[in-house]
């Protein structure tokens, strides 16, 4: 019953490195997130993506991009991980706006990718 | 700046008694107000939303109420349940789908 999947639960890489977080959702959803959670600052939006190939910076983009080549996968790119950049990261789908719940566009999440950069 | 803001990081409650957990905002443009769950190990899920030209919602246990002038939500739980245990974030929708979410709060429901 899982319907967003998240590649890799836990990652320990090294300063410099290129990293990639892999996530892929069955519910044939239109926009897609990634958030990263940290203790005392609740989940920030990294980029979005409301459409294939498309993507928007959300509000802590730097030192990241994003790759949408398909509709149900969408993938998080650390292209020099840094110290800073451990963290919890958190995939989302959600219906195109409109056809959420009562009008709310609710996101379903993944189980998240904790990543430790040494 | 934070836009939702969660001033509580925890809260211990009885089981049995009502939890109450609060939530500020300050921009007036957001549509939706939302409540998700998130246990450890999990990703939140969605609990129960309300709309900006609603007051409240309810579903089951779970009240949420929004009081607009004060630019203030809060999630009432009765009776609360040790099952009720996780940490909830209040978010709010800004501009249709990008959803803008809190530092959270972690209940504490003790049988």
């Known amino acids: 019953d899982v319907k967003v999947t998240q590649s890799s639960r836990y990652l320990v890489k090294r300063t410099g490195e290129k990293v990639f977080l892999e996530c892929v959702q069955d519910m044939d959803h239109e926009n897609m997130f990634w958030y990263r959670q940290d203790p005392g600052l609740g989940l920030r939006l990294i980029y979005f993506s409301y459409d294939v190939k498309m993507k928007e910076k959300g509000d802590i983009p730097e030192g990241y991009s994003v790759s949408r080549e398909k509709k149900e996968r969408f993938s998080l790119i650390l292209e020099s991980a840094s110290t800073n950049q451990t963290s919890m990261y958190l995939c989302a789908s959600s219906p195109s706006w409109g056809q959420g719940l009562s009008g709310a566009n609710v996101l379903t999440f993944g189980a998240g990718s904790r990543l430790t950069v040494l | 700046d934070q836009q939702v803001k969660q001033n509580s990081p925890s809260l211990s409650v009885q089981e049995g008694r009502i939890s109450i957990l609060n939530c500020d905002y300050t921009n007036s443009m957001f549509d939706y107000f939302l409540w998700y769950k998130k246990y450890p190990a999990e990703g939140p899920t969605f609990l129960i939303s309300i709309s900006s030209i609603k007051d409240k919602n309810e579903d089951g246990r779970f009240t949420v109420f929004l009081n607009k002038s004060a630019k203030h939500l809060s999630l009432h739980i009765v009776p609360s349940q040790p099952g009720d245990s996780a940490v909830y974030f209040c978010?709010?929708?800004?501009?249709?789908?990008?959803?803008?979410f809190g530092a959270g709060t972690r209940l504490f429901v003790k049988a």
């Open positions: 978010a709010a929708i800004d501009g249709g789908f990008k959803t803008i």
